[in-house]
């Protein structure tokens, strides 16, 4: 045992320059602050006198609050992990079109596309081919991950309407302590808007977008609020693109595969209705999307500009929840669920012969879960939950179609218990220590157990810091189990993923506009699930076999002014190492940076929205280094120059800057050049 | 002094607990030693910093800017005159339940609206309950809710909360937080039948909401 301390002291004292030397800073700071703050001293950034304030300037004060972090609400200053928010209003005035695009402007994040589906990364983490499996989706509370792949859908295949969002919060770090697996890097609670929203308009929203490369969007919407406290939204949205007509790819450049041009071929279709309806104490929200693309880049060896390639993902669910508060501060949670998901995709081959290959994943599921919220001896905020899930259909077939060969028909099912438990101890009144734990059981590969730590310390009114450990797993998943035919092989015996960090996060107000956040993190992840090839037949395989190491340092600055000019400037630099082969992962951008500001040029009337970002260079598969690059984005936004019209007019990639994002091993690709300059004008109407 | 000792029992749980590394699945490396003694030491500085402050957390910035709009509400509603016929210069302001406001009523006490005095007052139950203009009824009395508002009954009383659902379920204004501003909601229908005329000032600025469900 001491020797084992000794090694992971010294790998400690080796690897994290950054918390030493920040815990030292935080160590000297607190020291120094001791005396200089009185009893009774009035707080530094609200006037002496709030009293001598207008109503109208009391409601343009900020109080920051969040939802996900621990499950209810809490100020986002006391959740045990970094957070960021963003509203329904950034997503109007930046003019973001999916989830993909939200989470490309939040700090420490990067988002690859190729084509086909977006894959998010964060901190440093973000394998090309990765679907997502290590952020966890919640809509509502909802977890949105399939039961296949486990894959957060975030590009056009994101089952809710962006204009349905009433915020996204983003809850950085390890959360399978509350919320299982898939919480390994980051939590994504997207929260809608309630049908009173909705209201003031006599309850009808119509929205219709057109944009470039033949897209159009239409959505209507409905919300009211009824006498009888029933309160309602529906919506119903379609989405079609055509694309770019012509997609080159130098790869394919020769006189059999159309000289390298794939025509016609990024189609991207959808369409989704949601219907969110609440009763007293009783919400019953259901989802049906449908997503379908056309693939343009030839992936996983299929003939290249053959029109039949596409991908349709179908996602949907049923969720009943009962809210209700009872005397003594006992808060009591209970919902009940089904989940479906579908998959095909048709992948034409030319073995030869020439034949369409059809792969498809049938999901189905259903559970409950049960959470009791507690204040106990006033100082105690007590959660005690549990969870379980019947996944009664995980199926996975796939089939050439003619000549009819069938590879794979596998079908499974598998349940999951869960309990956990979280306190958070409010020691002061500027001391919190928010501890929590959960176990979950599954009928796959056992067990896990997953702690969260978080101290929470507040020395001024405006200052905090967090010093947070917590571990999270992902479990692997039906398609990592048992996939197999065409030069795959099963593995059952596969374990859990782990992930373990360290984080040392300090927020500051200043003055009266502005909040800073500094994080510094640290984290390794084992067991990591990896495709090799097993050197005795040549097949490819699961096996949990790799290590990773990272740190990195976060840095952020936010302003809102009374006007409502508004912005946002951070920084993150991190490292990754695989620990196997001692190198930097690729697609890790060492530098993410990035600069949003939205300017109110007519008050309430008419905005400007700005957005930079700059990632630095990545290392691709073939070993190669793609470009760093900057991309701006500018929206002008317009409200009620006529009541209830909103127009806006987006222009992304402004200096029409070349691009490119990574290939992942099922493309030839090494790299997949992104759009250029585009627009789009959107028109929303009130009733 | 009693607190640091207090605080010291869960502090050497949590490190007991953190030495607790031989269950594997709970913890699959020991955590190091130079974390612990981060997490000692952070926990010894502010045990050391908050004896000697009152320092302030975002909790409290809320409710200073509560109770700054409960000023606001006392100077744009209109009591009716027999309100009054007890103590022509006094304002109550009375506290139902759980006080979340800690220190920040005190920024309000005292001070004069519309000629009268503003005086706070703090009931744990509603049986407690006396005269008072303005009642704020803290969330932790949520499941008390009808029968609060039922005793109170059409007598001439702001009933103020900060819960959800509170202004449809009867109750006359209602902060609530809007993308990190608080805003508030008011029922006039509630307003009314307490006898209460609120400004349309007031009114202006406010959500209107109105009663989820009709009882008489």
Same mark, same amino acid.
């Given at each position: 045992?001491?020797?084992?301390?000794?090694?992971?002291?010294?790998?400690?004292?080796?690897?994290?320059?950054?918390?030493?030397?920040?815990?030292?800073?935080?160590?000297?700071?607190?020291?120094?602050?001791?005396?200089?703050?009185?009893? +009774?001293?009035?707080?530094?950034?609200?006037?002496?006198?709030?009293?001598?304030?207008?109503?109208?300037?009391?409601?343009?004060?900020?109080?920051?609050?969040?939802?996900?972090?621990?499950?209810?609400?809490?100020?986002?200053?006391?959740?045990?992990?970094?957070?960021?928010?963003?509203?329904?209003?950034?997503?109007?005035?930046?003019?973001?079109?999916?989830?993909?695009?939200?989470?490309?402007?939040?700090?420490?994040?990067?988002?690859?596309?190729?084509?086909?589906?977006?894959?998010?990364?964060?901190?440093?983490?973000?394998?090309?081919?990765?679907?997502?499996?290590?952020?966890?989706?919640?809509?509502?509370?909802?977890?949105?991950?399939?039961?296949?792949?486990?894959?957060?859908?975030?590009?056009?295949?994101?089952?809710?309407?962006?204009?349905?969002?009433?915020?996204?919060?983003?809850?950085?770090?390890?959360?399978?302590?509350?919320?299982?697996?898939?919480?390994?890097?980051?939590?994504?609670?997207?929260?809608?808007?309630?049908?009173?929203?909705?209201?003031?308009?006599?309850?009808?929203?119509?929205?219709?977008?057109?944009?470039?490369?033949?897209?159009?969007?239409?959505?209507?919407?409905?919300?009211?609020?009824?006498?009888?406290?029933?309160?309602?939204?529906?919506?119903?949205?379609?989405?079609?693109?055509?694309?770019?007509?012509?997609?080159?790819?130098?790869?394919?450049?020769?006189?059999?595969?159309?000289?390298?041009?794939?025509?016609?071929?990024?189609?991207?279709?959808?369409?989704?209705?949601?219907?969110?309806?609440?009763?007293?104490?009783?919400?019953?929200?259901?989802?049906?999307?449908?997503?379908?693309?056309?693939?343009?880049?030839?992936?996983?060896?299929?003939?290249?500009?053959?029109?039949?390639?596409?991908?349709?993902?179908?996602?949907?669910?049923?969720?009943?929840?009962?809210?209700?508060?009872?005397?003594?501060?006992?808060?009591?949670?209970?919902?009940?669920?089904?989940?479906?998901?579908?998959?095909?995709?048709?992948?034409?081959?030319?073995?030869?012969?020439?034949?369409?290959?059809?792969?498809?994943?049938?999901?189905?599921?259903?559970?409950?879960?049960?959470?009791?919220?507690?204040?106990?001896?006033?100082?105690?905020?007590?959660?005690?939950?549990?969870?379980?899930?019947?996944?009664?259909?995980?199926?996975?077939?796939?089939?050439?179609?003619?000549?009819?060969?069938?590879?794979?028909?596998?079908?499974?099912?598998?349940?999951?218990?869960?309990?956990?438990?979280?306190?958070?101890?409010?020691?002061?009144?500027?001391?919190?220590?928010?501890?929590?734990?959960?176990?979950?059981?599954?009928?796959?590969?056992?067990?896990?157990?997953?702690?969260?730590?978080?101290?929470?310390?507040?020395?001024?009114?405006?200052?905090?810091?967090?010093?947070?450990?917590?571990?999270?797993?992902?479990?692997?998943?039906?398609?990592?189990?048992?996939?197999?035919? +065409?030069?795959?092989?099963?593995?059952?015996?596969?374990?859990?993923?782990?992930?373990?960090?360290?984080?040392?996060?300090?927020?500051?107000?200043?003055?009266?506009?502005?909040?800073?956040?500094?994080?510094?993190?640290?984290?390794?992840?084992?067991?990591?699930?990896?495709?090799?090839?097993?050197?005795?037949?040549?097949?490819?395989?699961?096996?949990?076999?790799?290590?990773?190491?990272?740190?990195?340092?976060?840095?952020?600055?936010?302003?809102?002014?009374?006007?409502?000019?508004?912005?946002?400037?951070?920084?993150?630099?991190?490292?990754?190492?695989?620990?196997?082969?001692?190198?930097?992962?690729?697609?890790?951008?060492?530098?993410?940076?990035?600069?949003?500001?939205?300017?109110?040029?007519?008050?309430?009337?008419?905005?400007?929205?700005?957005?930079?970002?700059?990632?630095?260079?990545?290392?691709?598969?073939?070993?190669?280094?793609?470009?760093?690059?900057?991309?701006?984005?500018?929206?002008?936004?317009?409200?009620?120059?006529?009541?209830?019209?909103?127009?806006?007019?987006?222009?992304?990639?402004?200096?029409?800057?070349?691009?490119?994002?990574?290939?992942?091993?099922?493309?030839?690709?090494?790299?997949?050049?992104?759009? +250029?300059?585009?627009?789009?004008?959107?028109?929303?109407?009130?009733? | 002094?009693?607190?640091?000792?207090?605080?010291?029992?869960?502090?050497?749980?949590?490190?007991?607990?953190?030495?607790?590394?031989?269950?594997?699945?709970?913890?699959?490396?020991?955590?190091?030693?130079?974390?612990?003694?981060?997490?000692?030491?952070?926990?010894?500085?502010?045990?050391?910093?908050?004896?000697?402050?009152?320092?302030?957390?975002?909790? @409290?910035?809320?409710?200073?800017?509560?109770?700054?709009?409960?000023?606001?509400?006392?100077?744009?509603?209109?009591?009716?005159?027999?309100?009054?016929?007890?103590?022509?210069?006094?304002?109550?302001?009375?506290?139902?339940?759980?006080?979340?406001?800690?220190?920040?009523?005190?920024?309000?006490?005292?001070?004069?609206?519309?000629?009268?005095?503003?005086?706070?007052?703090?009931?744990?139950?509603?049986?407690?309950?006396?005269?008072?203009?303005?009642?704020?009824?803290?969330?932790?009395?949520?499941?008390?809710?009808?029968?609060?508002?039922? @005793?109170?009954?059409?007598?001439?009383?702001?009933?103020? @909360?900060?819960?959800?659902?509170?202004?449809?379920?009867?109750?006359?204004?209602?902060?609530?937080?809007?993308?990190?501003?608080?805003?508030?909601?008011?029922?006039?229908?509630?307003?009314?039948?307490?006898?209460?005329?609120?400004?349309?000032?007031?009114?202006?600025?406010?959500?209107?909401?109105?009663?989820?469900?009709?009882?008489?």
């Amino acid at each position: 045992m001491r020797g084992l301390n000794q090694k992971v002291l010294k790998s400690f004292t080796s690897c994290l320059p950054y918390i030493r030397m920040a815990s030292c800073i935080l160590l000297v700071a607190s020291l120094m602050m001791i005396d200089r703050v009185g009893a +009774g001293e009035p707080p530094r950034n609200l006037p002496p006198d709030l009293t001598k304030l207008s109503i109208e300037e009391l409601m343009k004060i900020e109080v920051a609050t969040v939802y996900g972090a621990s499950k209810y609400e809490q100020k986002v200053i006391e959740a045990p992990s970094s957070v960021s928010v963003i509203t329904a209003d950034e997503i109007k005035k930046y003019g973001y079109r999916t989830l993909a695009e939200i989470l490309r402007n939040a700090r420490g994040f990067f988002v690859t596309y190729d084509r086909n589906y977006s894959y998010a990364g964060v901190r440093g983490f973000g394998r090309p081919g990765d679907y997502n499996t290590r952020i966890l989706i919640l809509v509502d509370g909802h977890r949105i991950n399939d039961n296949i792949y486990d894959q957060a859908l975030i590009g056009t295949e994101f089952p809710i309407d962006v204009d349905l969002i009433n915020r996204v919060e983003i809850i950085r770090g390890p959360s399978s302590s509350l919320y299982g697996t898939s919480a390994f890097l980051a939590v994504i609670n997207i929260i809608t808007r309630s049908g009173q929203d909705l209201k003031d308009f006599k309850g009808v929203e119509a929205s219709a977008e057109v944009a470039s490369f033949e897209t159009y969007k239409g959505r209507l919407s409905f919300g009211n609020q009824f006498k009888s406290g029933l309160e309602i939204l529906l919506s119903g949205s379609y989405f079609k693109s055509h694309g770019k007509h012509h997609l080159y790819y130098g790869e394919f450049d020769a006189p059999a595969t159309n000289f390298g041009i794939a025509d016609n071929l990024d189609g991207d279709k959808f369409y989704n209705f949601l219907s969110k309806l609440s009763f007293h104490d009783f919400t019953l929200e259901g989802v049906f999307h449908s997503r379908e693309k056309e693939i343009p880049t030839a992936s996983f060896g299929t003939i290249f500009n053959d029109p039949r390639a596409r991908t349709i993902d179908d996602r949907g669910y049923l969720d009943l929840k009962y809210d209700h508060t009872f005397s003594n501060q006992f808060n009591v949670i209970a919902r009940l669920y089904y989940d479906n998901y579908y998959y095909n995709g048709d992948y034409p081959f030319d073995y030869p012969p020439i034949t369409l290959f059809r792969d498809f994943a049938w999901g189905q599921w259903w559970g409950w879960e049960l959470k009791i919220t507690k204040t106990l001896f006033e100082r105690h905020k007590l959660v005690i939950g549990g969870e379980f899930q019947d996944h009664f259909q995980q199926d996975q077939k796939n089939y050439d179609k003619d000549p009819y060969l069938l590879y794979l028909d596998d079908k499974r099912d598998s349940t999951v218990w869960a309990l956990y438990l979280q306190d958070e101890f409010e020691i002061f009144k500027n001391l919190i220590l928010n501890a929590g734990i959960r176990y979950d059981r599954y009928s796959t590969f056992g067990r896990s157990t997953n702690p969260r730590l978080a101290l929470i310390y507040s020395p001024f009114e405006k200052t905090t810091f967090k010093l947070l450990y917590g571990t999270a797993f992902r479990a692997p998943n039906v398609y990592e189990f048992y996939y197999q035919g +065409g030069g795959n092989k099963s593995n059952p015996d596969l374990k859990p993923e782990r992930i373990q960090t360290h984080e040392l996060v300090w927020e500051q107000y200043i003055g009266k506009h502005l909040r800073g956040t500094a994080s510094v993190y640290h984290y390794k992840i084992k067991d990591l699930i990896s495709q090799q090839t097993d050197p005795m037949d040549g097949l490819l395989v699961y096996n949990n076999v790799g290590k990773i190491e990272a740190s990195g340092l976060e840095l952020e600055l936010e302003g809102k002014w009374v006007n409502g000019l508004k912005g946002r400037i951070s920084y993150a630099i991190q490292q990754t190492k695989n620990k196997e082969t001692g190198e930097t992962l690729t697609n890790s951008p060492k530098h993410l940076a990035k600069f949003n500001l939205i300017a109110p040029v007519i008050k309430e009337k008419f905005f400007v929205g700005i957005e930079e970002q700059f990632t630095s260079k990545r290392k691709t598969l073939a070993g190669r280094e793609a470009d760093s690059f900057f991309v701006t984005n500018l929206t002008l936004f317009s409200q009620n120059f006529l009541k209830g019209l909103e127009i806006s007019g987006s222009v992304y990639n402004l200096f029409n800057k070349k691009y490119s994002d990574l290939g992942s091993e099922e493309h030839v690709q090494d790299l997949i050049l992104q759009d +250029g300059r585009n627009y789009r004008v959107k028109i929303t109407y009130r009733f | 002094m009693e607190k640091i000792i207090i605080s010291y029992i869960p502090v050497s749980g949590l490190i007991a607990w953190l030495d607790m590394g031989v269950n594997t699945k709970l913890m699959p490396e020991r955590l190091n030693k130079v974390f612990r003694l981060i997490v000692i030491f952070t926990i010894g500085i502010g045990l050391s910093s908050v004896s000697n402050a009152s320092a302030e957390s975002q909790r @409290s910035r809320e409710y200073l800017i509560k109770a700054a709009f409960l000023y606001n509400f006392a100077k744009f509603v209109e009591w009716p005159a027999e309100a009054f016929k007890d103590g022509l210069d006094t304002l109550y302001l009375g506290v139902l339940g759980v006080d979340p406001f800690g220190d920040a009523l005190d920024s309000i006490k005292d001070k004069t609206v519309k000629g009268k005095k503003l005086v706070i007052k703090r009931f744990t139950k509603i049986d407690d309950l006396e005269k008072c203009h303005i009642l704020f009824i803290s969330a932790s009395e949520r499941g008390n809710l009808r029968n609060i508002l039922q @005793s109170l009954n059409n007598s001439s009383v702001l009933t103020v @909360s900060e819960m959800e659902k509170f202004a449809q379920l009867g109750g006359i204004i209602n902060l609530i937080t809007i993308e990190n501003n608080i805003h508030f909601e008011i029922n006039p229908d509630a307003a009314e039948r307490a006898k209460l005329k609120i400004s349309s000032h007031l009114l202006k600025l406010a959500k209107i909401v109105t009663s989820g469900s009709q009882r008489e």
